[in-house]
């Protein structure tokens, strides 16, 4: 659900940032970003938090696209930033810098920043990187459903062709059925399908999650256990 690696590097004495908690993190505080934007190695770009659990789908086809539950921060972030660590006052690294969200339509652009940047917290970043050293892979949480990604909102719906319900999956399960409307997902309301999706996401594999939702006029809520997607 990341685009995140994990690199072992053999060498002795390197020098290295230590992991704040991205679950502290308030709108307003200060942070820095580092990377190589345009191949300019060092550089250091100065902001602030501007949101939090901002839902934000990075990369090109649905196939190869990354849901984040992003800090967003007007700290500028360009081309070359990807990867590089947002950093807190303290020094401390907070989430791996990530997207952009840019003025440009154009799939070639390499349109710079408008002060919309967005990183993986930290919290997040880890745990996959944990599940990729102990497992060789990443495992993420799924409902078991089918998701209509050009259904406009609010809530998220389920589509209603052949295989949106996963046989035996956790949505099944809970009687969720083709064409049900999502409107809340733990609490937090559900705007569009890629707020359901990093919300899911977010969570454990495991966990139990309350779910709202509507059939025709009619608003229902049940329990859905979260299970492990397909690698």
Excluded: C, H, W
Excluded at 7 to 30: C, R, T
Excluded at 56 to 81: M, Y
Excluded at 93 to 106: F, P
Aim: aromatic share 4%; glycine share 14%; proline share 5%.
């Amino acid at each position: 659900s990341y685009d995140l690696a994990v690199l072992k590097i053999v060498a002795n004495g390197l020098p290295a940032l230590q992991f704040g908690d991205s679950d502290k993190v308030a709108v307003g505080d200060s942070v820095i970003a580092i990377g190589s934007p345009l191949g300019l190695s060092g550089t250091v770009t100065l902001g602030i938090i501007s949101a939090k659990d901002r839902a934000v789908t990075a990369g090109g086809s649905a196939g190869e696209s990354s849901f984040i539950n992003a800090l967003q921060t007007d700290a500028a972030i360009n081309p070359g930033n990807s990867g590089g660590p947002l950093i807190d006052t303290t020094g401390a690294v907070i989430g791996v810098n990530s997207a952009i969200a840019t003025l440009s339509s154009a799939s070639n652009s390499q349109a710079g920043s408008i002060g919309l940047g967005f990183a993986i917290p930290i919290n997040q970043a880890r745990k996959t990187a944990n599940q990729l050293i102990t497992t060789g892979k990443a495992s993420y949480p799924v409902m078991g459903v089918s998701i209509d990604m050009n259904f406009a909102g609010p809530g998220a719906k389920v589509t209603t062709a052949d295989g949106a319900i996963l046989p035996g999956g956790p949505a099944q399960k809970a009687g969720i059925k083709p064409g049900d409307l999502i409107i809340e997902f733990g609490g937090k309301a559900i705007n569009n399908p890629d707020e359901l999706i990093v919300a899911i996401r977010a969570k454990n594999i495991g966990d139990r999650v309350e779910v709202k939702f509507k059939r025709g006029s009619s608003t229902r809520t049940t329990t859905v256990t979260l299970a492990a997607g397909k690698n």
